[in-house]
């Protein structure tokens, strides 16, 4: 009404015009505060009553035997995690050939096996890179035989078989070398409005062309990659999916004694420890000849250390699993 009133006012022969726009600003001033307070601001009472409907509703979900999370395969990492979580961003770092692509195929296979819909965004290897890995994964081939070596009689029976379970399973693929966030954001709308998604996994975050989404090259990498880290966070909470992507370790590990890998090994870390929900650190003692546990004294042949470095709901430590020497199959760790 002020407005109208105002517009009436302003057609006034003799109007005082800037005390007009004076009082025309103080009205727009209000309208914003009161817009504010009543789209993002609420009581302590209104969000509590809220939040615990929420818990009772997901624990009678629960308690009638509905996975609300996404199992990752792996019993002990669930175990700190609870699973992966919508709206929320998962960090998986770690050197090279240390196995966090073989941990993110395993994630996937996982949460596709549970019926959830995934999409694998891959900016380093390509889709027969990744279908040769999936297939050797399912059947226990091994990729030798797929790249250069005879494929016998039940090598071809385990791969048909393995190409109908992958036929069945809710997996999408998306090849995106040079591709920058806003780029996969794009598809991943897209998808999300054709399949709602459960998962979205990239692999992986180092290789994202940063510079393609920003107006300004003079930033530094450090600060670009947290932007794209924080731009995953704000896409899992907008399409309400969960978020795993892969991230590269600095050198610094190899120089150490012990080489295990802490935070700030994270290769531009910037604001990701801040962003991610999680973080996790994929280490492979063999890689750097640790032959046994110094403590326990176990073997670690084919054995893979995940060390849960943050853990916002939750707590951090350390998760063991197993593979093959292909490291295209991931196992539970069971001394």
């Avoid at 996790?280 to 000849?289: G, I, L, T």
């Amino acid at each position: 009404m002020k407005m109208t009133a105002r517009i009436v006012e302003a057609h006034e022969p003799g109007v005082d015009v800037t005390a007009l726009l004076n009082a025309s600003h103080k009205d727009l001033e209000k309208l914003e505060e009161e817009f504010a307070v009543h789209s993002t601001t609420r009581t302590v009472a209104e969000v509590g009553e809220r939040v615990l409907a929420e818990i009772y509703h997901e624990q009678e979900r629960r308690r009638a035997g509905e996975q609300l999370q996404i199992s990752t395969g792996l019993e002990e990492f669930d175990h700190y995690l609870g699973g992966l979580y919508k709206g929320e961003l998962l960090v998986l770092a770690g050197r090279p050939s240390m196995g966090k692509t073989a941990l993110a195929l395993h994630m996937a296979l996982s949460a596709a096996r549970q019926g959830k819909k995934v999409c694998l965004f891959s900016l380093e290897m390509t889709e027969r890179q990744l279908i040769s890995r999936l297939l050797c994964t399912l059947s226990g081939v091994e990729p030798d035989k797929l790249r250069f070596k005879l494929l016998d009689a039940d090598d071809r029976r385990k791969l048909d078989k393995a190409a109908d379970e992958l036929h069945r399973l809710p997996l999408f693929l998306n090849y995106c070398s040079g591709s920058g966030l806003t780029e996969i954001r794009a598809r991943c709308m897209i998808l999300n409005r054709k399949h709602k998604l459960d998962l979205v996994i990239l692999d992986y975050l180092n290789l994202l062309n940063v510079t393609s989404d920003r107006a300004e090259v003079k930033d530094t990498m450090d600060l670009a990659l947290g932007e794209a880290a924080g731009k995953l966070k704000t896409l899992a909470m907008e399409l309400d999916v969960s978020c795993l992507t892969l991230a590269q370790l600095n050198r610094n590990c190899e120089t150490r004694t012990d080489h295990i890998p802490v935070m700030s090994d994270l290769r531009n870390s910037g604001e990701i420890e801040q962003i991610a929900d999680s973080i996790a650190m994929v280490y492979r003692p063999e890689q750097y000849n640790e032959l046994y546990d110094n403590v326990t004294h176990e073997s670690y042949h084919r054995v893979g250390r995940l060390f849960i470095i943050k853990n916002r709901n939750g707590a951090t430590g350390e998760v063991r699993f197993r593979y093959n020497d292909s490291l295209t199959q991931i196992y539970p760790y069971k001394k």
